[in-house]
């Protein structure tokens, strides 16, 4: 993600200050957008409760956003781009004796999260019996490198998602999960594979995690200085972070002769 020029004015808030006037009043209609920072409006003050916001997920306590809530999205369709950008998800839980972070691979359809591991796994079993878990997905796009160690920063995309995860239980149904979670990380190469033996889809536990509830945060406007600091004879700017899927590299056993097919070449290069 390229890093923007854009300085903000030297203001309270990063939004055009009529604009964040009325926000403050709940006179912003909602979604409307602040010409500046992009920061949707809500009709109501948060302590109200759910807040239903047209085609974004509701804004709750759980997933409103405190720190920099100038970079907060919950627009359905920002959640699911970064969540498709993705390649793997932080999942949080709580068990028996404390939190638990696992990364697990995913895919998504619609408003469901698929997550794959084995069966009879810690994390399955866990996921099964808990009536509440929490799914990060974070990408790293740049170093912001300020004029001070405070204001130095990152660029990111970032997405938490909220739901209630179950068990997907039935073999056609659990086959079009692992499909879906895939297809997410490689697409088109599920209709090149042999098809799943029935004990490897047995052996597979898949986790949906229906979307109660999400947020993203997008950090890409560069440099944000302190006015004084913007005089100092210092570089600053931002140093780009890119990944990308290289180069295929043939496995030690490859049968004489085998190409990778052209599905497998269009990942190449693939910026995540």
Not at 24 to 42: I, N
Not at 50 to 61: A, E, F, H, Q, V
Not at 89 to 94: N, T
Not at 169 to 186: F, N, P, T, Y
Request: aromatic share 4%; with cysteine; proline share 6%.
């Amino acid at each position: 993600m390229a890093a923007s020029q854009h300085r903000p004015n030297n203001t309270s808030s990063p939004c055009v200050p009529m604009w964040y006037a009325r926000m403050l009043l709940h006179l912003v209609p909602d979604g409307e957008l602040c010409t500046r920072c992009r920061r949707r409006g809500l009709a109501g003050p948060i302590s109200t409760g759910l807040i239903n916001m047209g085609d974004s997920y509701p804004l709750t306590r759980t997933n409103r956003v405190r720190q920099l809530g100038e970079k907060a999205s919950y627009d359905r369709e920002m959640v699911h781009r970064v969540l498709d950008a993705g390649l793997v998800a932080h999942v949080a839980f709580v068990q028996d004796h404390g939190p638990v972070v696992v990364p697990m691979i995913y895919g998504r359809d619609g408003d469901t999260v698929f997550l794959h591991g084995a069966r009879k796994s810690r994390v399955i079993r866990l996921l099964e019996e808990t009536e509440q878990a929490c799914l990060n997905v974070t990408l790293l796009d740049g170093l912001v490198l300020a004029r001070s160690a405070f204001n130095s920063s990152m660029e990111y995309r970032s997405v938490t998602v909220f739901g209630t995860p179950r068990l997907v239980e039935g073999s056609a149904a659990k086959l079009r999960a692992m499909r879906i979670i895939s297809e997410h990380a490689m697409p088109g190469r599920w209709d090149e594979l042999r098809e799943p033996h029935d004990r490897e889809i047995k052996m597979t536990g898949v986790i949906a995690l229906e979307i109660d509830t999400a947020s993203a945060k997008i950090a890409d406007n560069g440099v944000d200085d302190d006015e004084d600091d913007y005089e100092i004879p210092i570089w600053s700017g931002v140093l780009p972070i890119t990944a990308s899927i290289g180069p295929p590299v043939d496995d030690d056993r490859l049968l004489p002769g085998v190409e990778p097919s052209d599905i497998v070449r269009a990942l190449q290069n693939r910026k995540i």
